[in-house]
Nanobody, 122 residues
Framework: VQLQASGGGLVQPGGSLMLSCKVSGFSMYHYPVAWFRQAAGKEREGVSCISNRNTYYKDSVQGRFTISRDFAKNTVNLQMNSLKPEDTAVYYC??????????????????WGLGTQVTVSS
């Protein structure tokens, strides 16, 4: 099982970024893929998740972030619009074979990719 996150960068407040998580070694049709983030000095928190059963968004990103799956490319994308300084963090994608979307406990997820830094600053 491998996950590889990309797409981070520096963006001004109000700007947009799209993160991508390239997955291999499992079927994202059958298992959820989640995005987490960890800001400096804070715990890792669940941001969004997608599965066949449902999608999940953290309240503070609802309406600004959109998660989607591209089965042809084996990627899960996170389109982030109207970015705020408080969105600054390292973003990680993860999967697990038993945990459903909506479980925001990072310790419950077994497989992780390396993070990608998102910095929102003027």
């Amino acid at each position: 099982v491998q996950l590889q996150a990309s797409g981070g960068g520096l963006v001004q407040p109000g700007g947009s970024l799209m993160l991508s998580c390239k997955v291999s070694g499992f079927s994202m049709y059958h298992y959820p893929v989640a995005w987490f983030r960890q800001a400096a000095g804070k715990e890792r928190e669940g941001v969004s998740c997608i599965s066949n059963r449902n999608t999940y968004y953290k309240d503070s990103v609802q309406g600004r972030f959109t998660i989607s799956r591209d089965f042809a490319k084996n990627t899960v994308n996170l389109q982030m619009n109207s970015l705020k300084p408080e969105d600054t963090a390292v973003y990680y994608c993860a999967t697990d074979f038993e945990v459903p979307c909506g479980n925001t406990n990072s310790y419950s997820w077994d497989y992780w990719g390396l993070g990608t830094q998102v910095t929102v600053s003027s």
